[in-house]
């Protein structure tokens, strides 16, 4: 990854910031904050920073501010409000249109086994429709196995409100080298701990104590308020354990 400039909103991106087709055939994929206009402009919707992705031959503007738009493939963590016949309804963000789980949308569920889950309850999900004329829904399978891999009912823990662009950087794979985040590696350290990451915003922990899992998700929301580098980040981490 790489960063490339900073954009505000209407800036047209230049060709010669786009990542290079390794494979003449692959589109390009522009991820949140930029829209294509026809036949060969891309332009900026969101100020922030513009980054690119040769590997994946993707390009996206980072930004802690805004709206979360659902969009296909993104992981989010979702409140099931209520249920109906076939489906549990669930708030994504606040004051937007409920998304719509499928009841049987979880591994090997059936009309039996399927999970119960009532207001209030956390789910981790997938986007597998978003479209600006319909309501989005949400799956927690993956579609090619029909399995869970990590995804479904939260139990326990606690939910954090977090800034989309942390949200992106906790999704990166390599949290150092990539995210800038050293927060989570030096706490697992004396630490045990589980999370999940929402594209929309969200972070929830678990830990062996309230305390530790304060201490958590207080490290990430610190860092991200406070856009702390990495020494700094080592150095919450240290204060925060004599809390623990």
Not at 28 to 51: F, K, W, Y
Not at 110 to 115: A, D, E, V
Not at 131 to 141: G, S
Request: hydrophobic share 40%; proline share 7%; charged share 20%.
């Amino acid at each position: 990854m790489a960063t490339a400039t900073v954009v505000l909103p209407g800036d047209v991106i230049p060709g010669e910031v786009l990542p290079t087709a390794k494979n003449p055939t692959k589109p390009l994929s522009l991820g949140p904050g930029l829209q294509h206009d026809p036949p060969n402009t891309i332009t900026a919707v969101l100020g922030g920073e513009l980054c690119v992705d040769e590997r994946k031959y993707a390009i996206w503007v980072e930004s802690n501010g805004g709206r979360y738009v659902p969009a296909v493939g993104d992981l989010v963590i979702v409140v099931v409000h209520h249920s109906s016949a076939d489906f549990y309804h669930c708030a994504i963000t606040p004051y937007t249109t409920f998304a719509l789980l499928p009841q049987l949308a979880f591994e090997g569920a059936t009309r039996k086994t399927r999970p119960v889950l009532t207001g209030g309850n956390l789910v981790y999900a997938r986007v597998s429709l978003a479209n600006k004329f319909m309501e989005p829904e949400l799956e927690c399978i993956q579609p090619a196995t029909g399995k869970a891999d990590g995804l479904g009912p939260l139990k326990g823990g606690m939910l954090f409100d977090i800034s989309l662009g942390m949200a992106r950087r906790l999704m990166f794979p390599k949290l150092k080298e990539q995210g800038r985040l050293v927060v989570l590696e030096e706490l697992a350290e004396r630490v045990p701990y589980e999370i999940a990451v929402g594209r929309n915003g969200k972070l929830w922990v678990n830990s062996s104590s309230v305390r530790a899992t304060l201490a958590v998700g207080k490290a990430v929301r610190e860092t991200d308020e406070r856009s702390l580098g990495i020494e700094e980040q080592k150095k919450l981490v240290k204060n925060l354990l004599k809390t623990i």
